[in-house]
Every structure is written in C-alpha cells, then in structure tokens.
C-alpha cells in the first residue's frame, strides 16, 4: 500500500511537467548563420527531446519575402520566427502576424529588449559602434569625435539601403536628440564615406585605408583577436544593437514547441550558447565572449517610429551621402 501511495505521490509530481512537456513537429524560420542555426536547433532538441525540428535558413530579406509569398497563399509555415532585426518584428506585429507570449522568461532583460506586448523578444547583442585603426591620431570616444578636423576624409561607414545593421543604427543616432541628422551632415561635411555593408568598413579600416568607421561589434573584435591592428569601442552617447529577435506566429501549428523553442534561446543555457558562438548575451549576469566590452549602454530605439519613417530616412541618407 506504502507503495502505491508513493507511486501516486511521484505521478502527482510528474505531472505538471508532462503536461508543458512539448512535442511533435516544429517549424522554425531563421537568418542565423548557417552553423549557428545547426548549433541552435541541436541544443533545442537535446533539451527537449520529444520535438522534431525542421528549419530553413537564409538572410532576413529572402526569408521575408519567402514568408510574404506564404502569407498571400494563406499558408504560412513556420510556427516560430528567428531573424536579424525588431524592426521587422514590429511590421509584422502591426499586421497581425505575431502570437503574445505574456509567460515568457523575461525578467532578466531590459524592458527595451523585447516587445511590450510581449510578440517579440531579444536573443542577443550585435552592437554598432567605432572601429579605429591603431594608427589612428587619436582614440575616439564620442560620435561627434568623427566631425573633428583630424578626422577628416578617415572615416567610413556601412550603408543604411545595404545593411540592416547600418539601417538600425540609422535610426536609432537620428532619434537621439543629441545627435540627429545633423549628425550624419557633419560626418558628410568632414569627408566621411559609405561602404555597402560592416565587411567593408572592417577591411578599409584594418588596411588603413580609412582610420575611423562605424562598425558591427565581432568583426573588430575577433580579429583583433587574430592580430589585426584595429580596436573597437562603445561611444559615450551609447551603441545600437541588432539583436536577433525571436516571435511565434500568431498562425502557429505548434505553439506549445514555440513556446518552449522562446524559452530556450531566453534561458541561461540558450544565451550560453550564443556567447559560445561569439556574439555578446542580451541576458543581464551572462559574461560576454572574450575581447568584448562587459557592459553596453544602448542608445533607445522606437521601432514603430522607425519602421514609418524607413523609406523617408533612407532617402535622406542617400541624399546625404549619395546611393
């Protein structure tokens, strides 16, 4: 008898456990690196072990307007979303497209990291900041160090109708009422160019081609890491951030996997993971890789704002700068 009760005490236990536990398939969508997504996905499906994981993996664009066409067809597939950007999220929150998970863990993030209605949430931190040259004239510390007249005709930068990254922090140094378009008018008045992604700033500015350069934070740093004569740092005014946000479609056929896939990349392990493939943790406590900055201030960014005003501000860039 002892036993049976004690049988029913532990299935009484188990319980709860077995009923979040999730299963079945899962549909997932993702611009991650080709390797990163494999590392992802195997993690996912080693801690929870009932669900099958099919992925399709391709830059943020294609992957848009892959799901778009679905959405036309009325048949969209996947069941959770991992791409570049919150800009996108918010368009597709705006539409419809996106299911609230008001349960998701996530007390140990900035409240601007993830969508207050709780449809979209951060997973890491790729932040733009400066990249110099060690044969700089000076160490920048500020934005505005990039007007000075010894900076003149060195800097460099990626384009906003190029990069998302560029395009993100677009928005955000021009919301920031210290800096703003006129901002980017003095980078232009003192010579500054455009490439048209990070890859190309990173190699103008580690040939020496160019001394100074807005840049995305792993390339400088794991190259300076390898021996490249370049240093990378976090302006006073603060850094912008892609930072790879994760949302289940409101048209999800398994939102229960979803939830726990959300879980997973919100969780200690999951954000382990992403320092274990080199990019900086959203998660407060979490250290970072080796050679990155152990803390970042963000510069704020209204997504909504951005995504009505992207096709206006990218204009005035190209006017700015030229296509």
Sequence with gaps: MKRIVCLISLFALLLPAMANAASGKLVLY???????????????RKANPGVKVEWTRTGTTALMNKLRAEFEAGAPKPDVILIADMITMEGLKREGRLMAYEKAPVNDYAPGLYDKDRTYFSTKLICTGIIYNDKAPFKPTSIKDLFRPRAKGLVIMPSPLYSGAAAVHMHTLIQNPKLGWAAYEALAENGAVNSKGNGGTFKAVASGEKLFGFCI???????????????????????????????????????????RFVDFLLSRQGQE???????????????????????????????????????????KFAEIFGG
């Design 30 to 44: 993702t611009s991650q690196l080709e390797q990163d997504a494999q590392q992802t996905v195997e993690a996912f």
């Design 217 to 259: 934070d792993f390339l400088p740093i794991r190259n300076k890491l390898k021996g490249s004569p370049v240093s990378f740092i976090i302006p006073k005014e603060g850094a912008s951030a892609v930072t790879e946000p994760v949302a289940i479609l409101s048209t999800a056929r398994n939102p229960e996997a979803a939830k």
């Design 273 to 315: 993971l992403a320092v274990k493939q080199g990019f900086m943790p959203a998660m407060k406590g979490v250290t970072p890789p080796k050679g990155f900055p152990a803390n970042v201030t963000l510069m704020p960014l209204n997504t909504g704002e951005a995504l009505v005003k992207d096709k206006q501000n990218k204009k």
